[in-house]
């Protein structure tokens, strides 16, 4: 049984992946969810990392994933919700209502269901609490109208970093990581990769390492619950 672990869900690929390795490569005991089994998966169980495979837009599959959990793990450290479904809002109404089933379930009842199961798992130490980490979206304080449902299910698991901090304090710590331009996906086409950019401060597309330097950052801050970073380049603070 793995003692201290941190679970990253979505570790299958780019940010989930990039968490899940450079955990491992600072001695973390890493549990690596994933939903397809990629070739990074296969690359972080030949390092000996644990991982557990579930759909996270499905509610049973999600209960075995948990049950699953409990029989690899005692106690864990933290828990990172990064797994994440993103696409613009489909025009057909009958497509949008299966979105919103898939991306509430994502990313809201999942992270909800495994915090509630997990809490009286999550062991801290005397002058460190515990912490779970959501991985949310700048699109949270100012959304995106051709992702509605996504930024809205994303915004819902913001304000759960809020009412978890308070429920689970003092002995678990509750933070967002809300991400801006880190890396671009093929939903993105040259002209809004370079409107972005543009919109961006620091104008670069930031890569997965500052999301893990937050989250470093966070595991290693014993005063810090009910915040989002941004982690964006300034993003924010664009007219857009
Ligand atoms: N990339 C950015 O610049 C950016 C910007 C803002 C916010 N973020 C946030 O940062 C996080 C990571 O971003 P990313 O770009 O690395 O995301 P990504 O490439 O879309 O990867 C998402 C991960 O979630 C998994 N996933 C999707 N649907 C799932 C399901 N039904 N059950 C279980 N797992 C599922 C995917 O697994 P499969 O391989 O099976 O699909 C994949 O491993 C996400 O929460 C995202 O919202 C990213």
Do not use: C
């Not at 005692?74 to 209502?97: D, G, M, Y």
């Amino acid at each position: 049984m793995l003692e201290n672990a941190i679970l990253v869900t979505g570790a299958g690929r780019r940010i989930g992946f990039h968490i899940a390795k450079r955990l491992h490569q600072d001695g973390q005991q890493v549990v690596a969810h994933y939903r397809t089994h990629t070739a990074e998966i296969q690359a972080l169980s030949d390092l000996g990392i644990t991982t557990v495979q579930a759909d996270l837009a499905d509610t049973d599959s999600i209960l075995t994933f948990i049950d699953d959990l409990k029989t690899k793990v005692s106690s864990f450290r933290a828990l990172i919700h990064n797994a994440s479904s993103f696409e613009p809002t489909a025009v057909s109404l009958q497509q949008a209502a299966e979105q919103y089933d898939v991306f509430y379930t994502i990313h809201m009842k999942a992270p909800y269901l495994i915090n509630q199961a997990l809490q009286s798992m999550l062991k801290g130490k005397e002058d460190m609490p515990a912490d779970i980490i959501n991985i949310t979206d700048i699109n949270v304080e100012n959304p995106t109208p051709r992702f509605d449902i996504y930024g809205t299910t994303k915004a819902g698991l913001h304000n759960m970093t809020l009412v978890l901090a308070k429920k689970y304090a003092p002995n678990i710590k509750v933070n967002a990581i809300a991400p801006g331009p880190v890396l671009f996906t093929d939903q993105h086409s040259d002209q809004v990769r370079q409107q972005m950019l543009d919109e961006t401060l620091l104008a670069k597309e930031g890569g997965a390492e500052p999301v893990y330097l937050a989250i470093t950052s966070l595991l290693n801050n014993p005063f810090i619950t009910g915040a989002s970073i941004p982690v964006d380049g300034g993003r924010r603070l664009s007219k857009r």
